[in-house]
């Protein structure tokens, strides 16, 4: 069964610095992977999306994620952290057989201090 | 161009009652997922829609249904309330086999 992993339930980082949120997902197939926001109380937005080719891919909000198949991660950066990314981050895993749901892991609440 | 919408935006119910969420989706978007979100959790997959059938389901009782109209929107329904129902449930619209885009939600508490 397809499975998705993030291993870190709570981040704290100070403004402008550095990022990395974790994602392991567990899927037979070529996976296609997905990280979403979510800011109290509010829908999921989707910052980055990975389907195919270059395992380096860029999203909005200065994001980027890193696929690698040998470790069956797909971990989410950003170089310089802003007060106004305070939120949860979710990972999810595409499930293409019949549809495409999604699998989505626990998420990671991020908290900035100024 | 209006994004994924959903309504109500709350709803209080008890348990035994049942209730409809609504959504419209993005406009170009054909296929309608359902998610539950129970508080500190991942969404869990619920059903997909798609030419107005049922094209997945997850792991949710038959007290889950729900409906696609002609033009996309969908409907949710769940029978029976039960208290472990209340949780914020997500629409997300998307085309057969794309990305998807999710409304703001709707929050029911079932008491």
């Known amino acids: ?110 908290r900035v201090k100024s | 161009d209006a994004g994924v919408t959903q309504s109500p935006t709350h709803l209080i119910k008890t348990r035994g009652q049942q209730v409809t969420l609504r959504c419209s989706p993005k406009s170009g978007h054909d296929t309608v997922s359902w998610y539950q979100q129970a508080l500190g959790q991942g969404p869990q997959f619920i059903f997909q829609y798609y030419e107005e059938e049922e094209r997945q389901r997850g792991n949710f009782p038959d007290r889950f249904s729900g409906h696609q109209f002609p033009n996309y929107s969908s409907e949710l329904n769940v029978n029976a309330l039960l208290l472990g129902d209340s949780a914020l449930y997500l629409c997300a619209s998307s085309l057969p086999r794309g990305e998807q885009y999710f409304g703001p939600g709707t929050r029911l508490t079932v008491t």
Request: one cysteine or more.
């Open chain 1, 1 to 110: 069964a397809q499975s998705v992993t993030q291993p870190d339930i709570h981040i704290t980082v100070s403004e402008g610095a550095s990022l990395e949120l974790r994602c392991n997902y567990s899927y037979g197939a070529t996976p296609y992977l997905f990280w979403y926001v979510q800011s109290p109380g509010q829908g999921l937005q989707l910052l980055l999306k990975y389907f195919s080719g270059d395992t380096l891919v860029q999203g909005i909000k200065g994001f980027e994620a890193e696929f690698k198949r040998s470790q069956s991660s797909f971990n989410l950066r950003k170089p310089s952290v802003h007060w106004s990314d305070a939120a949860e981050y979710f990972c999810a895993v595409g499930v293409m057989e019949y549809g495409n749901k999604l699998v989505f892991g626990a998420g990671t609440i991020l």
